[in-house]
């Protein structure tokens, strides 16, 4: 059950006498607007009094003891920058119980009494467990391209990855234009159709495959090549989320170069170049605000949780809703998207 955050005083004044010093931490996937949650959270920490630690390398980081201090001036000039200062990783390790008792050797011989976890649901799972065995606060800030977590309207990193793509297809639609070509663009996505979903709408891409309407989508372009294309358009943009649920742009592509040799056919993959570049300002601002609600939260004596934002309002929603539930698919976009090209 989410709710929505409220101060409560005498609580934070309770909790400030026992917290001393934080850690915060990136894990998983990078995304940008990471630095801009790890500024936030560095600042508001120390604008109350505590001490606070940052953790590199993600959860293996934790095992190894790779901590460092973080003061105010540490984390000067890092709002526009992609990608994390604190470095990311995933660790294997960490999701053994023999891990997680060396991460908390670490905690308590650097005398850390709660973290703030900036990553998505595997990042939350494993910081939900260690939660549970050993009482440690933890707090996390939803940060993946995805944007796929539940409880949430927005993760760090989303609008940014998504006017990359709208930026990307732009280019590219104009040299399908001039050699009268279909290209299938792949984004990332390979559980979370919403990248392609709304970069489609924002490009007018004439067709989009997602995982959560593949055999939809699969008609759509069926119906696009063998009547549209052939008798209205002299290109076409087919946006493709990656990943086994739609087979991804090659192989889709390899299956359209069979049923129709007459087409020209090109495929591009975007990769990486997703995840890169200065956050947005609506990426930097949404950081910050769910760093400092996040400092919020642990003086408030929460664990457990993560920070959202719903309804443009600053929520908390557990853990265990938060990496077991799923965000669905707005659905009216799906029709919209099929209206453009009615």
């Known amino acids: 059950m989410m709710m929505i955050v409220t101060q409560n005083t005498m609580a934070v004044e309770r909790k400030k006498r026992k917290l001393k010093r934080i850690a915060v931490l990136t894990s998983g996937g990078d995304a940008p607007g990471m630095n801009a949650a790890i ?11 505590l001490k606070v630690v940052g953790i590199r390398h993600g959860y293996q980081g ?6 460092i ?35 908390y050797q670490q905690l ?17 799972t494993g910081a939900l467990v260690m939660s549970q065995e050993y009482n440690m606060p933890f707090v996390g800030i939803p940060a993946t391209i995805d944007n796929d977590m539940y409880g949430t309207d927005y993760t760090i990193g989303y609008e940014t990855a998504l006017n990359t793509v709208v930026d990307a297809v732009d280019k590219i639609r104009d040299t399908a234009r001039s050699h009268g070509r279909i290209f299938f663009v792949e984004v990332m996505g390979h559980e979370a159709g919403l990248i392609a979903l709304n970069s489609g709408i924002a490009c007018g891409a004439e067709v989009i495959v997602i995982p959560e309407s593949n055999e939809h989508q699969q008609d759509e372009l069926h119906k696009f ?15 493709v989320a990656e990943g086994e649920e739609t087979g991804g742009a090659m192989k889709i592509a390899e299956e359209v170069r069979k049923e129709h040799p007459d087409l020209e056919v090109r495929v591009s ?29 642990l003086l408030d004596d929460q664990k457990s949780v993560m920070i959202g934002i ?9 853990f265990n809703k938060a990496v077991k539930l799923n965000h669905n698919i707005d659905t009216y976009l799906l029709e919209i998207q099929r209206l453009m090209n009615s």
């Open 310 to 318: 719903a309804n443009d309002h600053i929520v908390q929603v557990p």
């Open 69 to 103: 201090s973080l003061k105010a001036f540490d984390v000067s000039g890092i709002l526009h920058l992609g990608g994390t200062v604190l470095k990311t990783a995933r660790c294997m390790e960490f999701m053994t119980s023999e891990g997680r008792e060396k991460a």
């Open 225 to 239: 090549l063998s009547k549209g294309y052939k008798n209205k358009e002299s290109s076409g943009i087919v946006i």
């Open 62 to 67: 934790m095992i190894d003891g790779d901590f």
């Open 39 to 49: 500024r936030a959270v560095t600042r508001a920490a120390i604008a109350n009094k």
């Open 108 to 124: 308590k011989k650097a005398e850390i009494d709660a973290v703030v976890v900036i990553g998505g649901d595997g990042s939350f």
């Open 269 to 297: 993959i975007l990769g990486h170049i997703q995840r890169g570049g200065s956050p947005t300002a609506k990426d930097r601002i949404n950081a910050t605000r769910m760093g400092v609600a996040a400092i919020d939260a």
